[in-house]
């Protein structure tokens, strides 16, 4: 025999064994299957029902309801569907910080003064026709906090920019080079496709944006608090379906009927199908709650589930709540969840908000903003800055600051300007 044939051979043998190992993996199971549904006449079992059979007689599982276990995707859409348009900590948690942030004014600096006119503050305040400055910043925070990128588009006549858009990052796609680094990014809206140069042409920076928070496993996208809470959300998510699920069957845990006549026989394949859908159309429902059951001879009806305090239901899903705030950042006491008692007062969790989640980004987003509409306004040393004397939430950090500033003698009075933050006399 040849080399060649040999070869072939041998690959036929194994591809043969493989098929007869997986022939026999799938008789296996059609023989359990038949098995756990009473008989070679009898269907399988589906998720949620159960029919167990032996030589006392058998039973007939009633569950609540409630679906297969599963994760979230991790995509932009799956986590956007799952956090923050069905779960309400995620939804108040973007919403807080989003809105926070974009309620921050903006000051435009070129080294140390303050320039109170400029086309950039004007596009700032009304960067498109659809909206103005503050629903903009609201868009960019909320898309960091979901995906971990957000994207910014300049677009003009003639080199100059008359409008800035934010891009949705599901639709956004990085092309790199062959350094690694981004080349282009690709942006998608239906079947158009528009390829967009990630670098400028010199003079001037690209026209699009991107702001990425960190990842620790990737160069060019960020990473967001969202994904890394995902465990948090699917158990929240969860605990609320099961709860729903609850209420819809009457609001009690699920039990089975249990068969057990006088001459040890079994339920023929008919009548577990009609005790099942007895079961399914008078007893099932929020609106059949406390309709007495009637049961035949040799049925007997056994709880079999956990109540929601054995299984310490409602400091499960507050925990989840907990890890989903913790995630972006939000104290638990501005989201009204309990147990949480890090901070003395809701002043001290407001103010560490303000402090720990909201000023960093609010303060990376006009960082790279600013730097970004002074390098297409040929003026690089513009700078913008948070005008954090106009924040409500720091008042009293402030307040305290002009007390100790005001009664230092030790300063001068274009020193105390500069320590308050408004530069020295000219």
């Not at 043998?13 to 007869?20: G, N």
Request: glycine share 12%; proline share 5%.
């Amino acid at each position: 025999m040849t080399p060649l044939r040999r070869g072939f051979c041998c690959q036929h043998d194994a591809w043969r064994a493989v098929i007869d190992a997986a022939e026999t993996i799938m008789s296996l199971k059609t023989r359990i299957a038949d098995w756990l549904g009473g008989g070679s006449g009898a269907r399988a079992a589906a998720p949620g029902e159960r029919k167990g059979v032996g030589s006392a007689g058998g039973a007939l599982v009633f569950s609540g309801g409630g679906d297969p276990g599963g994760w979230s995707e991790r995509g932009y859409e799956g986590l956007a569907r799952a956090g923050f348009m069905q779960n309400p900590v995620v939804y108040r948690s973007v919403r807080l910080i989003a809105e926070t942030a974009a309620a921050i004014p903006m000051l435009l600096y070129e080294g140390s003064r303050e320039i109170t006119a400029h086309p950039i503050l004007d596009l700032l305040r009304r960067p498109n026709l659809a909206s103005d400055g503050q629903s903009l910043t609201e868009t960019l925070c909320g898309h960091l906090l979901l995906s971990g990128n957000a994207y910014l588009e300049a677009t003009g006549i003639d080199g100059e920019i008359r409008a800035l858009h934010a891009l949705r990052p599901d639709r956004v796609r990085i092309v790199e080079g062959s350094d690694g680094w981004p080349e282009a990014y690709e942006y998608r809206a239906g079947h158009a496709v528009r390829r967009i140069a990630a670098e400028g042409n010199g003079e001037r920076p690209a026209t699009l944006l991107h702001v990425r928070l960190f990842h620790p496993l990737a160069e060019t996208a960020g990473y967001s608090p969202l994904a890394a809470a995902q465990t948090a959300l699917d158990l929240h998510n969860a605990a609320s379906r099961w709860n729903k699920a609850l209420l819809d069957n009457s609001a009690r845990p699920s039990g089975a009927l249990v068969y057990q006549p006088a001459d040890g026989g079994n339920l023929a394949p008919e009548q577990f199908d009609r005790l099942k859908a007895e079961l399914e159309s008078g007893y099932a429902g929020a609106a059949r709650a406390g309709r007495p059951m009637l049961l035949e001879g040799g049925l007997d009806w056994k709880a079999m589930a956990l109540s929601p305090k054995d299984m310490d239901f409602i400091e499960a899903r507050n925990g989840a709540a907990r890890d989903i705030a913790l995630a972006f950042g939000v104290p638990p006491m501005l989201l009204g969840i309990p147990g949480d008692l890090t901070y003395a007062n809701y002043a001290e969790a407001n103010r560490a908000f303000f402090r720990l989640t909201v000023l960093p980004l609010a303060g990376r987003l006009a960082g790279a903003i600013g730097d970004w509409l002074g390098g297409h306004f040929g003026a690089p040393d513009l700078r913008l800055a948070q005008d954090l004397d106009r924040v409500e939430g720091l008042s009293a950090e402030r307040e305290a600051l002009w007390a100790r500033v005001g009664t230092a003698d030790f300063l001068s009075r274009s020193e105390k300007r500069e320590a308050v933050g408004y530069g020295a006399e000219g």
